[in-house]
């Protein structure tokens, strides 16, 4: 018999007694697929996030950028990102995801040492496209693969440690880049900043080629090519999707694509998702707010290696943070009341910050650095958000897929021209609409928040126990079939 607590996170059945042989099975997705998949995504913001510390490390005067090339950079590769990311994710049902991650991250490594021989701007920017093309596929691929192999108990802590990699990705390209500008800076001929490009790309090829064994791709399709998939995780594997209301992946076919799109979950999450990762943007310029502040004499307050390592403590606050948020969210099982609570806290960073900015010397110096390492505390909502849209639509894997990338695609859509208005280099750090334009979508996070919470609990969760008490009966009358087909084999005999 099935139970469910109606906390409108999802339906829950009664605590299930894992077997061995099924901890053992969670134990080795996690030393393999997450694995892959986080030190994939600390490549990713490497070769993703290098380019601003490239930036404050000599690239601005070696190639003479003294517009907003910088915010271009990003719009570019924005563009690009938001081009190929939900074809990526169409293709990624019908090609092994084995072959289709790794291999494109393969691509990107080649591009990312393509950018340490760039001399101008514009070959930035075409280098920048195919960047964004290349790395589209693998956070939102990644997001997705992790709802076919984890229960509603295990999927957040494992999407929250997935995304934490980000910060860690950036935490170490600000220490690999302070370190080569202490080492490497003019060996063979080759400035600083264009090293990191060169030990980005080596690392990025030789690790996609290591996904190709270490992805077990789907339940229902395993790898092949996966030595440490045992026989039997597959059945076990479906097992576990059953038992919690899932159903097993498939293609995404044009019946899927209309379905999906002719409702309005889509839509949602898409706009909660952006307004929750745009409204806490302004931590991604704190290098150029370091880089503005002067001393008295008009002397730079910061040197270039100083530049690059104080925001590692900022990214190390926001891996913590990421990891409390979704742990909090397993244990407490809530997703909405965590969200919420993250955008109280970009609140009160927007309005210290859009105070500083306006009349600075109304506010001390040290508030706005506060403020900026406070910001850092609620960039955990994405693996609240997709862990929810999980629980939300169980039952449609195709839904799940297409709306994931319609979320990313259309963050990187908006993002690709919003942020050169909102945030140009030119005014930093006194951006003039930047902190209010996050404060304004950060309100609107916590109204859309309660408004699907309301959805969730008054719609959703009985569409979701009438599934899974449909499955259940299914499966009742599977063993009555299988015990009878039994029985008569006995008579036989």
């Not at 053992?24 to 600390?42: E, H, P, W, Y």
């Not at 839904?399 to 990338?405: E, Q, T």
Request: neutral net charge; glycine residues 6%.
């Amino acid at each position: 018999m099935v139970s469910f607590k109606s906390f409108g996170r999802s339906p829950v059945q009664v605590r299930h007694d894992r077997t061995p042989e099924e901890k053992a099975l969670v134990r080795r997705l996690d030393i393999f697929l997450m694995t892959f998949g986080c030190i994939s995504q600390i490549i990713k913001y490497l070769d993703q996030s290098n380019i601003s510390n490239a930036y404050v490390s000599g690239m601005k005067e070696d190639l003479k950028l003294y517009g907003n090339e910088l915010n271009f950079f990003s719009t570019y590769f924005n563009i690009a990102y938001c081009v190929m990311l939900i074809p990526s994710q169409i293709i990624l049902t019908y090609v092994r995801p084995s072959f289709w991650l790794p291999g494109l991250e393969v691509a990107w490594g080649l591009i990312t040492g393509l950018m340490a021989m760039v001399t101008t701007a514009k070959q930035v920017y075409i280098l920048r496209v195919f960047l964004g093309l290349f790395e589209s596929s693998a956070w939102p691929g990644m997001m997705t693969l992790l709802m076919h192999w984890y229960t509603p108990t295990e999927l957040a802590k494992r999407m929250g440690f997935y995304h934490s990699c980000q910060a860690v990705g950036s935490m170490m390209s600000g220490a690999l880049q302070a370190a080569i500008t202490r080492t490497l800076d003019g060996h063979h001929g080759l400035a600083g900043w264009r090293w990191l490009f060169v030990i980005n790309g080596i690392i990025t090829v030789v690790w996609g080629i290591a996904g190709l064994f270490m992805m077990p791709d789907y339940p229902n399709k395993p790898n092949p090519l996966a030595f440490w998939f045992k026989k039997g995780d597959a059945e076990l594997s479906m097992l576990r999707l059953a038992r919690n209301g899932r159903e097993e992946p498939r293609q995404i076919t044009w019946a899927g694509i209309k379905r999906t799109f002719s409702g309005w979950v889509v839509y949602f999450i898409a706009v909660l998702y952006v307004a929750t990762v745009l409204g806490t943007y302004g931590n991604v310029y704190f290098s150029l707010f370091l880089k503005s502040l002067k001393n008295a004499d008009g002397t730079p307050r910061w040197t270039v290696a100083q530049i690059n390592a104080i925001p590692i403590g900022a990214y190390g606050i926001n891996v913590v943070f990421v990891w409390i948020w979704a742990l909090l969210s397993d244990f407490l099982e809530t997703r909405w009341k965590l969200i919420v609570f993250q955008a109280v806290i970009g609140i009160v960073t927007c309005i210290i910050m859009s105070i500083w900015t306006s009349h600075p010397d109304s506010v001390a110096l040290s508030a706005a650095y506060a403020a900026y390492f406070l910001a850092y505390t609620c960039l955990g909502t994405a693996p609240l958000i997709f862990s929810w849209l999980s629980d939300l639509i169980p039952h449609d894997p195709e839904a799940r897929a297409l709306i994931v990338g319609v979320a990313v695609a259309s963050y990187y859509a908006i993002s690709s021209w919003s942020q050169v208005l909102t945030w140009p280099a030119s005014q930093a750090p006194h951006y003039k609409y930047g902190w209010q334009s996050a404060l304004a979508l950060l309100v609107l996070v916590i109204i859309m928040t309660a408004i699907l919470r309301f959805i969730d609990l008054r719609y959703y969760l009985p569409k979701r126990i009438a599934f899974i008490e449909e499955l259940d009966i299914q499966d009742g009358k599977d063993m009555k079939m299988k015990k009878d087909e039994e029985e008569r084999g006995e008579d036989d005999d």
